[in-house]
């Protein structure tokens, strides 16, 4: 008597794969990772997901997630941020030897052309960059900024301004701020603001040093606070810029289509092949009406 097989689900490798690895890396990356102070929400955390989703002003946070990278000098902060954000608004770009044919900006040609005048890389090496520093440096590769510092307005005023910024696309927010003000380690930094839930009152900070936080949703109390503090290298307070694309801001051009002869071959070939047919068809109902029309003048055999 033959046993009767058990039928079993096939076991999809692939995602079961993908996902132990975006787990195993989760592990990896949360291990490297400072602790995150209490009363700042992670991105990856269940709450940090529902706060996203139930987000009405998230536009921003899929473009910059797309072209994120990591600041690759401790003081790169408002490098990588500007890298970031130049990258999300697909402007014409420098060309990169190593990905030819394709154009980025990437940490270290951003400081090409007129960028190099408004500041060089050593010095940002060594000093990082100011609120003011970023908005020119930005305005040199030819968008808009507006910078405004937290002591020239509200927390209103700047929730106000910057949830409006956040549901439209294509403009971008960069908050240079004291980590000590939303619960970390005394020290200037620079990074996009991706989302707002007005319902927690949250912005998502995508921090641009991953190796030291993930992106986190900070109160907007606390982030505006951290704004208000006071740059000690130009005395006045820190803030935010308004990123948006100007008439002169050029969209990237991508590579050089390939030669479109094969397709036009083929297209000519399957035109001649229908119109052959349609006329074979006609052709054809024409024999066939003319022998239905001798066959009824035939006289009947009898």
Known sequence: ????????????????ALMLALMLTARLAAAQQA??????VALDAPEGRRLLVSSDANVDFFRLANQWVSQQHGAFCGVASSVIVLNA?????PRVAAWAPYNAFT???VFDGPASQVIQADTVSHRGMTLDQLGAFLVAHGVGARVVHAGDTSLDAFRREVEANLREPGSY???NYDRAGVGQETMGHISPLGAFNAAADRFLIMDVARYKYPALWAPAADLFRAMGTQDPSTGRTRGYVLVTATAGA???????PKSRLPSF?????????AAGA????LLSALVMRRRARAALARPAAG
């Open 278 to 281: 349609l006329l074979g068809a």
């Open 35 to 40: 602790p995150l102070p209490a009363g700042l």
């Open 250 to 256: 050029q969209p990237r051009v991508g590579p050089a």
């Open 173 to 175: 927010v960069l908050a």
């Open 265 to 273: 071959v083929w297209a000519t070939l399957a035109g001649t092949f």
């Open 1 to 16: 008597m033959r046993r009767a097989r058990l039928r079993r689900r096939p076991l999809h490798a692939a995602p079961l």
């Open 107 to 109: 940490q270290d040609n």
């Open 89 to 93: 608004m697909q402007l014409e770009a």
